[in-house]
């Protein structure tokens, strides 16, 4: 495979005064595209918002940094749903949604989007469309036309139209009216997931929360599901694979450590370090496995299907565990000692590894 798999950050594509909108291309990091996989993040300072946009792709939001608000208005809807938002929630965007995003906080607020972009305009990157600003919709249109849609004279148009000078973020003043959350908005939409409960939790060794069209209904219509996983200093996440044919990306959240990732006929396609605000990707059927450094690491995936199935080659849900000791001392050519004894290993451990006892 000749597509390069090294890690990358994002840079940035455009900025106002109330932020900065970050992307990853699929020009620098080529499994984008092979993965069909857009990426961005978006960092607002206090009174940033985003305009309302929406997008050519579906997408999951995931807020890394800070709290704040967002308007959801899904299709044909008649009222925008309005959340509140803070660190660890994840949201599930499907197509033809159009949002805001608002921080009325004063610690910098950022959400990672990460989503399927099989049917962008440009496969690998996220096409938003802005509804308003310097760049929207309705400057592209007629004064007629416009007027024609919303029912106003020229003059209110060209107003209503012209005077946003902005290209997407801007910056309230303090103390600015803004919808509030609605209670009960989140059910449904918005999932924490460092609050959700465990589908993993290893002593020393790390824990899991899957998201999932089960826990968050709206992954379904995405496409795509997702995990939180952290792992504990010098921790080991076990050698596995999907294996339901998805692609694995990951963004480095908190912390740093190595991965490697082996590919066709056991060649290895990767070895690296990993620091915070990399994203990589991990194609289909490779393996992949990474070790924390001393502080442990975090990182939020997006797999390419909404309930994903891995398989894992050490510990007891290991795949080594269903075949027969005969299979196994044939397939290795080794002892039946030696069999035994690989056999005897790994029994309490599942998916993560504590760091061997000094």
């Known amino acids: 495979m000749d597509v390069d798999l090294t890690p990358r950050l994002a840079k940035k594509s455009y900025s ?3 932020g900065a909108y970050y992307t990853w291309s699929s020009s620098e990091l080529g499994m984008l595209e092979k993965a ?13 918002l985003a305009l309302p946009s929406y997008s050519d792709s579906a997408k999951v939001a995931y807020v890394l940094q800070g709290s704040g608000r967002a308007g959801i208005a899904l299709p044909e809807a008649t009222k925008e749903k309005v959340v509140a938002i803070k ?4 949201i599930a965007l499907p197509f033809g949604v159009v949002t805001w995003w608002f921080n009325s906080n004063d610690t910098e607020l950022v959400i990672l989007f990460l989503g399927d972009t099989s049917k962008a ?3 690998g990157e996220f096409t938003d469309f802005q509804l308003t600003g310097v760049t929207g919709i309705f400057t592209g249109f007629t004064t007629e036309f416009v007027s024609r849609a919303w029912d106003l004279n020229e003059e209110n148009v060209q107003e209503l139209v012209g005077s946003q000078y902005s290209n997407g973020i801007i910056k309230l003043e303090e103390g600015a009216d803004m919808p509030d959350p609605s209670e009960g908005d989140r059910e449904g939409m918005v999932l924490n997931c460092e609050e959700a409960p465990l589908d993993v939790d ?7 929360v899957v998201l999932t069209s089960r826990n968050l209904p709206l992954v379904g219509e995405v496409g795509l599901g997702a995990d939180l996983v952290r792992i504990d200093g010098h921790a080991m996440c076990s050698p596995g694979f999907s294996s339901d044919s998805a692609y694995q990306v990951t963004y480095i959240v908190r912390g740093s450590g190595r991965v490697q990732v082996v590919g066709i006929n056991g060649h290895q396609v990767l070895e690296t370090r990993l620091k915070a605000g990399c994203l990589f990707i991990v194609p289909r059927f490779f393996v992949v ?36 000791p005969q299979v196994l001392q044939a397939s290795f050519n080794v002892s039946p000692e030696l069999e035994k004894l690989f056999r005897s290993k790994r029994t309490s ?8 006892l000094k």
Request: aromatic content about 8%; charged content about 25%; hydrophobic content about 40%.
């Open 36 to 48: 069909k996989i857009g990426a961005a993040k978006l960092a607002l300072e206090k009174g940033g």
């Open 202 to 208: 290893i002593k020393n060794g790390g824990r899991v």
């Open 289 to 324: 496995s990474k070790i924390a450094d001393e502080d442990g690491m975090e990182w939020f995936s997006i797999i390419t299907t909404p309930n994903p199935v891995f398989s894992h080659l050490a510990g007891k849900t290991s795949v080594w565990k269903a075949l027969s």
């Open 87 to 90: 660190k660890g929630d994840a």
């Open 121 to 123: 305009h440009r496969v």
């Open 349 to 356: 451990d599942a998916i993560f590894f504590p760091p061997p």
């Open 16 to 18: 106002g005064d109330g």
